[in-house]
């Protein structure tokens, strides 16, 4: 959920920002006026939900988004949310079966 995605799914922003992966779309909303945060959530739409949703796959994300009704309690939520996949840890890389060398006698 941490990766950026491919470049054909970034999120355009109407403040002009282009957002690659949570950590983008975390600083975009601390720092977003909230003009541009109705733009993106409102009675109609909810356009962070719908690409964390649908482009990044995460649906808890998602679901608390759409709670979210102002870009404070969406930085809330989306800084926790991180903190929380950070924390978690990465799953250990199959082991390779090694050979013993063998020495002749």
């Known amino acids: ?3 950026d995605v491919p470049q054909e799914h970034v999120f355009w922003c109407c403040d002009g920002r282009i957002l690659k992966n949570l950590r983008e779309l975390c600083d975009a ?10 733009y993106h959530v409102n009675e109609a739409k909810n356009d962070f939900y719908n690409w964390v949703k649908d482009i990044i796959k995460d649906d808890a994300l998602a ?3 759409l ?16 903190a929380f996949l950070s924390s978690k840890p990465a799953s250990a890389p199959a ?8 020495t002749r006698r």
Do not use: Q
Not at 30 to 38: E, P, Y
Not at 67 to 82: C, D, L, Q
Not at 95 to 102: G, N, P, V
């Open 67 to 82: 709670r979210a009704a102002n870009a404070g309690t969406a930085v809330r939520v989306v800084t926790e949310r991180i």
């Open 29 to 38: 909303l601390g720092a977003m006026s909230d003009d541009t945060f109705a």
């Open 1 to 3: 959920y941490l990766a």
């Open 95 to 102: 082991k390779k079966a090694t050979r013993r060398k063998t």
């Open 63 to 65: 679901v608390d988004l």
